[in-house]
């Protein structure tokens, strides 16, 4: 069963991370897309079908201000089926067929499930300069720590998604991923990352490794902060 409270919004400093909700989240991921991917990008109605297979996997990073919450990110982890990942990872199909192939809510609440992927991890170009210090590994770090807790995982749980960019591959593999496929074996042209660990603890040895244990969720009542971040 789901651990709803898992969901909770998390926040440091002026930050929050939340689980998406309203169409305005959809709006929001399609338009930071398309000011980079033009015509490319996925439509609200796409991503907002992504979110009512599985609704829990979908973490939106805001800024809070006098003005209202401002779009920072995403990152969104979504069950996929067994077969059609296998096929995906070692280059047989495309991302058409991955993307027929997400499980639905009902499916994974009751038992949990041990194929996941990444199917988005985003920035807005004008926070990007916090991203790779700041943004991304807080982000990453509560959204995977919410995801662990929330009931939807079985383990030994495998993880994948493609890198897109050398900063995105440098980031994976800073979070423990490695490289299951190279770009030139793979339908779409791009390199297949994957982890597989065996229970929670596994997911966050990178974190300690680096010395990033600070990250994680702190004790109620502290209040983490991006002053404190190293990386």
């Given at each position: ?57 979908m973490y939106v ?16 982890v979504i069950p ?99 490289l299951e496929t ?50």
């Open positions: 069963m789901l651990n709803l409270k898992a969901f909770t919004p998390v926040r440091f400093d002026n930050f929050v991370v939340r689980l998406a909700s309203k169409f305005e989240d959809f709006e929001n991921i399609h338009n930071a897309e398309r000011a980079e991917l033009g015509d490319a990008a996925e439509p609200p109605s796409e991503i907002k079908r992504v979110w009512d297979d599985y609704p829990y996997g990073l805001e800024e809070e201000g006098a003005a209202g919450a401002t779009y920072v990110g995403t990152f969104l996929v089926d067994e077969k059609v990942a296998k096929d995906f990872r070692q280059g047989r199909v495309g991302y058409k067929n991955l993307d027929k192939a997400n499980l639905k809510l009902a499916t994974v609440a009751q038992a949990g499930w041990s194929v996941w992927r990444i199917w988005l991890l985003q920035i807005v170009p004008s926070y990007r300069k916090q991203a790779y210090r700041h943004l991304i590994p807080w982000l990453l770090a509560h959204a995977f720590d919410s995801w662990a807790e929330s009931g939807a995982v079985r383990y030994p749980v495998e993880i994948f998604t493609t890198g897109y960019t050398a900063e995105g591959e440098a980031m994976l593999r800073r979070f423990g991923f490695s190279a770009g030139e074996k793979m339908a779409g042209g791009k390199p297949c990352y994957s982890r597989i660990c065996q229970d929670k603890n596994a997911l966050f040895v990178p974190l300690f490794d680096r010395g990033l244990d600070h990250l994680l969720p702190v004790a109620v009542g502290q209040q983490p902060s991006l002053s404190a971040t190293t990386e």
